[in-house]
């Protein structure tokens, strides 16, 4: 849909901030584990980035900070 077209448009990590902040973890997820493999920078934003509030309380939040290299 066009919707779905304007969400994932840009680098992965906006795309994954809109899809937070709509409440739309697993999409928000899906894009994050992508700029993790791709290695871009934006993924250590991950811990302080406001807009990734919504998903702060997902258990797979400590998961991606433990692959990003973040201690605990």
Known sequence: TL???QL???P???AAKRYAMLGKKDKAF???EQVLKERNFHILQLKVDAFMDP???DPR????????????
């Not at 939040?61 to 605990?72: C, S």
Request: charged fraction near 35%; proline fraction near 11%; avoid cysteine.
């Open 30 to 32: 899906e894009m994050l």
């Open 12 to 14: 992965p990590y906006s």
């Open 3 to 5: 919707l779905e077209f």
């Open 55 to 57: 998903l702060r309380d």
């Open 8 to 10: 994932k448009e840009g």
């Open 61 to 72: 939040y400590p998961v991606l900070l433990r692959k990003v290299g973040f201690p605990d």
